[in-house]
Nanobody, 123 residues
Framework: QVQLVESGGGLVQAGGSLRLSCAAS????????MGWFRRAPGKEREFVAA????????YYADSVKGRFTISRDNAKNTVYLQMSSLSPEDTAVYYC????????????????WGQGTQVTVSS
């Protein structure tokens, strides 16, 4: 397992941008697929984006496609989520996740979760 710590959340106006970071500890970070999930108030946690261990392949939820970009820097043990054209519907706690398989990250069946970072988009 890896330990994950998110940062970069905050309050932003609709139409604005924000970049989330997820720092991982553990020497095997580069072998893990990574993902971002979110939980809005009163809703279930939902998948946002995932990236393979190499960074060559990514996958996005339809709701964020074209607005969010997931990337990673294995030298820094960090995965990022660049969010743009934010709307109040994007307000949620955002969680970083890691697992050995890309498909299990997408499915949310992961071995490691971060503690979450709050993103609030005002209208």
């Amino acid at each position: 397992q890896v330990q994950l710590v998110e940062s970069g959340g905050g309050l932003v106006q609709a139409g604005g941008s924000l970049r989330l970071s997820c720092a991982a500890s553990g020497r095997t970070f580069s072998s893990y697929a990574m993902g971002w999930f979110r939980r809005a108030p009163g809703k279930e946690r939902e998948f946002v984006a995932a990236i393979t261990w190499s960074g060559r392949n990514t996958y996005y939820a339809d709701s964020v496609k074209g607005r969010f970009t997931i990337s990673r820097d294995n030298a820094k043990n960090t995965v990022y989520l660049q969010m743009s054209s934010l709307s109040p519907e994007d307000t949620a706690v955002y969680y970083c996740a890691a697992d050995e398989l890309f498909r299990t990250v997408i499915a949310g069946r992961v071995s490691s979760w971060g503690q979450g970072t709050q993103v609030t988009v005002s209208s």
